[in-house]
């Protein structure tokens, strides 16, 4: 009976330290990614929690130019707290030059939001996909897209020129 806890035991350990040395590598090797995708859902609250406070405190969805101020206060939120979390957190940007690093974030979130609005109306109302499905398939490219856009052109470092 000892012998057999003490395999279990053994089995465990060895469990462990394959998984450990494992999920730290996958880690390491794809810290970037993996705070890219973090960031992107506390964007994503972000964006959500301005809108809701908005739409139950001071503007009114039912009418429509408020519906749209909140949908774009809530858009500007979001993206400026993607910004710094990004600069910070993901690509740990050091340009000195913020104003200009800053604007070019704006810029390529706008250009893919523009991108965002196309596909969603070729999708469905040209190629008649059902909106949520569109949505997702949408989002997927938009999220690589602005990850490819913010690698390399927004934070791109001097030594990758």
Known sequence: MVSILQEHKDI???LFLLYNFFMKDLIK???????????????????????????????DPSIPIE????????WICAVTFAYFTNRIFVFQSKN??????AIKFY????STLLLEILCMFLLVNILKIND?????????LI???????????????????
């Open 12 to 14: 465990e350990i060895y």
């Open 67 to 74: 519906l749209m101020i909140a949908n774009i206060i809530s």
């Open 96 to 101: 000195k030059e913020i104003l200009k690093e």
């Open 107 to 110: 810029l390529s979130r706008i």
């Open 132 to 140: 949520k499905i569109s949505k997702i398939i949408v989002q997927v």
């Open 29 to 59: 090797k794809n810290r970037e990614i993996i705070m890219y995708l973090i960031i992107g859902g506390l964007t994503t609250i972000v964006s959500l929690v301005s809108y809701y406070l908005l739409t139950l405190k001071l503007l």
């Open 143 to 161: 999220i690589i897209g602005n990850y490819i856009i913010s690698k390399f052109f927004v934070f791109k470092s001097k030594k990758s020129k």
